[in-house]
């Protein structure tokens, strides 16, 4: 059983900052390695905005790169990953999904919703 409690969406303006924060917690069963924080934006796929392995490289879409930061407290089945984004544009307006990966399975959380205005 992995567990991953979103929290920090909500509306902000366009060159505002938010914060988002992903709670993992895991069983015995596994080991989870990968950590992502995706985004949807209506009408679009599900697409891939910043993730940290457990060496701690990161990744970041080229559309993040330089605003984003993803960073974690804690390892393995005990977690914490936030991402910090910064200057952030209209198009930036999505549904914000964590993503653990545990063997060949992925977690997903609930969603948070971000909505930049002008």
């Known amino acids: 059983q992995v567990q991953l409690l979103e929290s920090g969406g909500g509306s902000v303006p366009a060159g505002g900052s938010l914060r988002l924060s992903c709670e993992i917690s895991?069983?015995?069963?596994?080991?989870?390695?990968?950590v992502g924080w995706y985004r949807q934006a209506p009408g679009k796929q599900r697409d891939l905005a910043a993730g940290?392995?457990?060496?701690?490289?990161?990744?970041?879409a080229d559309s993040v790169k330089g605003r984003f930061t993803i960073t974690r407290d804690g390892l393995y089945n005990s977690q914490t990953v936030w991402l910090q984004m910064n200057d952030l544009k209209i198009d930036d307006t999505a549904t914000y999904y964590c993503?653990?990966?545990?063997?060949?399975?992925?977690?997903w959380g609930q969603g948070t919703q971000v909505p930049v205005h002008s």
């Open positions: 993503k653990a990966e545990r063997g060949s399975n992925n977690y």
């Open positions: 895991a069983n015995i069963g596994g080991v989870i390695t990968a």
């Open positions: 940290i392995a457990t060496d701690g490289n990161v990744k970041y």
